[in-house]
Each structure stands twice: as structure tokens, then as C-alpha cells.
């Protein structure tokens, strides 16, 4: 069940630079210099955003990690978005224990993990239903939903309290011309009884709240408007969503955006609890996002040349 809005511990103590466009070096630049904590409140603990607990490198097959989800015993299910296979990545040994082919190569973006069935996002909105995914024999369904390429989707998880698929757009929010969504980013459930998109998004992101956020350091916001004022910046383009997830005991919606650095938090309304910059040094290009039961965080980033990896975040006792 939500948690009231009233009772809500959740906040965000700072906002750190959009830095990582190249063109708008000459704006950023200097925020590197007096970049704040990057810290989350969690219950009576924080999520320390600077300081991951632990750093796994993930091999070259995953150099492109572009989703995670919890599949539970100390295993993540890893997405590349090149090639239509399913990792089994074991956090213990720091090792790929399996693979499962499931598709022809092509642009995949995130997966989520439905109890023995594997639910994989292409960039074009369509779903893989994989079923007995880590067995001999998987069986693989394709559904095509109403969005596109246009929508650029690359976040998915599964919402367990009514047993559906949230879907972010990192591109266009509309699915049809009379509802354009302009200065919104989308974000659409796929339910998995009917396995029927929604007409309407589930949640709307208004990006006016994000600019604007009361978190944001006053720097930062000079800077964002006037990059927007010289044309150096897209007035829609600080905020692409990369990743989403569920967090499994405050029950509020982590959204990750690569593009401009920042991950916000939902609550079940759609109201903004929450903005967190996060550092370009750490967080090369994160792409994917997930929980265990127990509340530790995951964000896997793209090796952009390099290894990819995944960063864990533990709750930390507050002091």
C-alpha cells in the first residue's frame, strides 16, 4: 500500500550538476570543484551515492549493460543492448553462472524478472516474454505495444502491487496525437493479465518540476537556463529516463536518467519526492536500475569503451 505523503522520511539533502553534456562544459565545468554529498534519506538510514559499498566489473560480454533486475539468491539478470541473450551474473563470485538465449541481436534496453518469467524491453516498445527463462527450454513471446521508436523506451520493472510492467519513455510521451505530453516524460504500465498497454501514462514527470526542484542549487539552475537561452541545451532534454525501479519496502519509484546525471523518486501519486544529481567521475552512463528485498541499490553504468559495471548501494545507520 502507498505511504501517505504526510509521513514520507524520504528526502534529498543535495542536487549536483547536469555536467555531463559535452556542450556544456563551459557551464559545468566548475561544479566539479564543490560538488556537494550526493545523499538519499532511507528510513532512519542514507543511501551514500558517492561511496558505493562495492563495485562489480562486469565481463566483455557485458560491456554494455543496459539492465538489471534482482533474481533473487545473491543473482542479478543482466541486458546488453546488442545481442538478445540473458545473464545470470552471481554477486558472490563476481561471476557470469549462465546465459539464455531468448532473440535475434537488436537494440535491448531493460528486463525484469516476474518470478520464472523474464520480461525483456527493445527499444521500440516491444516486450519478450521469456517463461522458464533459466531452464532448457524457455519459451519466448513477442508482444508489440502501441509505442514505438519514437517513444525511445529503456526502463522497465515490475510493480508487484498490481501485478503490471512500468515502462519509461526516454523519448516522445504520447502514444497518439491528441495527447502530446509536451514537457512530460512518460512513463506507461503494460498489464500482465491482459497483456494490454494503458491509453494513458501511469505517471507524467512534469520536467518544469525538475529544473525548478527547491533542491537545486542555485548555480546549477543559472546555468541549465542559460545553456537553454543559448541553444546549447534542448528546453526538454535534462531529464531522458534510462531506468526505472520499484523500492521494495518505502514503495516509491526510482527513475534513472543517463542523459543529464540525475535519478528522482516518485511517491504513488506521481508527486516528486526527491532529485539527486550524481557524479559523472562515478556514474559513467547509468542505464539500469534495481533493488534486493532487503532495500540495497544497484545501478549498472555502460563501459562507453571500457568495462561496464554495477555499483551497490547498502543503507547506512544514520550517526
Known sequence: ??????????????????????????????????????????????????NPDHRYTMPKSLEEISGISWFG???????????????????????VVSEVDFGKDG??????????????????????????????????????TQLDKKNDTEGMTYDPSIHRLLIACKGSPSIDKENPYKGFRAVYSFELESKKLSEEPAYLVDLRNIDNYNDQNTF?????????????????ASFRPSGIAIHPVMDEIYILSSVGKLLIVLNREGLILGIQGLDANLFRQPEGICFSPGGDLFISNEGKGGKGYVLKFKPKADE
Open 1 to 50: 500500500m502507498p505511504v501517505p505523503i504526510k509521513i514520507r522520511k524520504f528526502y534529498i539533502t543535495s542536487l549536483s550538476s547536469v555536467k555531463s553534456l559535452p556542450a556544456l562544459t563551459v557551464f559545468f565545468g566548475l561544479l566539479s570543484f564543490c560538488h556537494p554529498p550526493a545523499t538519499i534519506k532511507y528510513q532512519d538510514g542514507t543511501y551514500d551515492l558517492d
Open 73 to 95: 539468491k545473491g543473482k542479478l539478470a543482466c541486458i546488453q543492448d546488442e545481442n538478445g541473450i540473458i545473464y545470470i551474473y552471481k554477486l558472490e563470485s563476481e561471476k
Open 107 to 144: 537494440d535491448y534496453e531493460d528486463i525484469a524478472i516476474v518470478k520464472s518469467t523474464a520480461y525483456v524491453l527493445k527499444s521500440n516498445g516491444h516486450i519478450f516474454q521469456v517463461k522458464n527463462f533459466n531452464k532448457e527450454d524457455p519459451k519466448v513471446k513477442k508482444y508489440k
Open 220 to 236: 546549477t539552475k543559472f546555468s541549465t537556463k542559460l545553456a537553454k537561452k543559448l541553444g546549447l541545451m534542448d528546453a526538454y
